[in-house]
């Protein structure tokens, strides 16, 4: 098989697999994916606007990534795939668990307790109706 037959195949393969939908990621964000989740199940299925001042007056501080990942997704929305704002909702969101950071604290009699600092991966997929 020649070289040049793989890395089309390979392209090909990306194109296949490469998401239809806009969409928006941030990764290792310093909030537990277990708090992320309660912010993100609330925009769940609603439409863009919605979502938008559901999570402005939210008083979680997840909410201010959220919001952040929410407009990145509806820029590449509007810019990289010609869809129109009004039409667009929240299909898809997903909060997965990312590396966590290990800190010691000392307690009482020489003790050491460990502290578990998590991070998580925020992504949101959006859709038109």
């Known amino acids: 098989m020649a070289k040049g037959h793989r890395s089309q195949v390979k392209k090909e393969r990306n194109i296949a697999t490469q998401e239809k939908r806009p969409h928006a990621t941030a ?3 310093g909030i537990p994916a ?6 993100l199940d609330q925009i769940k299925g609603k439409d863009v606007v919605t979502a938008a ?8 501080v997840a909410s201010d ?13 509007e810019n990289n795939m010609g869809m129109d704002k009004s039409k667009l909702f929240v299909e898809e969101v997903v909060a ?3 590396p966590t ?29």
């Not at 277990?34 to 912010?39: L, M």
């Not at 001042?53 to 979680?60: F, H, K, M």
């Not at 959220?66 to 990145?72: C, T």
């Open 53 to 60: 001042a559901l999570l402005t007056y939210s008083p979680r």
């Open 96 to 98: 997965d668990q990312g």
């Open 27 to 29: 990764k290792y964000v």
């Open 101 to 129: 950071m290990k800190r010691v604290r000392p307690r009482a009699q020489g003790r050491a307790y460990r502290i578990l600092k998590r991070s998580c991966h925020i992504s949101i997929v959006l859709n038109e109706r």
């Open 65 to 77: 990534i959220i919001a952040k990942v929410l407009k990145s997704a509806v820029a590449n929305a």
């Open 34 to 39: 277990s708090k992320a989740k309660i912010v």
